[in-house]
């Protein structure tokens, strides 16, 4: 399991140390990778392209900077915050993003603790995890099914 140990690192340095916390995190990382399969989205990102909200103000960007990693990091100005924050220049080169696994599953953690979701994991706020996530309740069923099953396993 090549992301077993960078997740168990990764949620500690992020307090997802309460079996809540942990039942929410790995739900949503559970449907955001379907089962840690997949750290790139599918589609090609062409529909990103001009997208301003995202930074992607370059032709070509909306693919360049598709979602990568374990909670999909989307965006030329997304890249570039999670680049700053560990030191790293992931404009010139998304796609480590979803090559390396302390990458995929660092973005995870970065994007979770810098929109505050521990707290809304302590609040048991599913419907708001996922809006904060995806910016809506899309796959909202499938998030639920996974954060019962972690809550059984983990005893949340």
């Known amino acids: 399991l090549i992301y077993g140990e960078p997740l168990v690192e990764a ?9 809540l916390r942990a039942a929410h995190f790995l739900a ?13 989205e599918l589609a090609s990102g062409a529909d990103y392209d001009g997208r301003v909200d995202l930074g992607n103000v370059y032709p070509g960007d909306g693919p360049r900077f598709k979602g990568r990693g374990l909670i999909q990091l989307t965006g030329r100005a997304n ?16 796609g480590a993003v979803a090559e390396e696994p302390a990458l ?7 994007f979770w603790t810098r929109h505050n979701l521990n707290a809304l994991a302590d609040q048991n706020d599913l419907a708001r995890i996922t ?11 499938d998030r639920a099914e996974r954060l019962l099953t ?4 983990l005893g949340a």
């Open 131 to 141: 809006r904060r996530i995806n910016g809506g309740l899309r796959g909202i069923e």
């Open 11 to 19: 949620m500690q340095a992020a307090a997802v140390d309460t079996p």
């Open 28 to 40: 949503q990382v559970g449907h955001e990778s379907l089962d840690l399969r997949y750290v790139e």
């Open 104 to 110: 995929a599953v660092g973005v995870a953690t970065w």
């Open 150 to 153: 972690a809550k059984k396993a």
């Open 79 to 94: 890249y570039s915050a999670y680049g700053r924050d560990i030191d790293r220049d992931l404009i010139s080169d998304p």
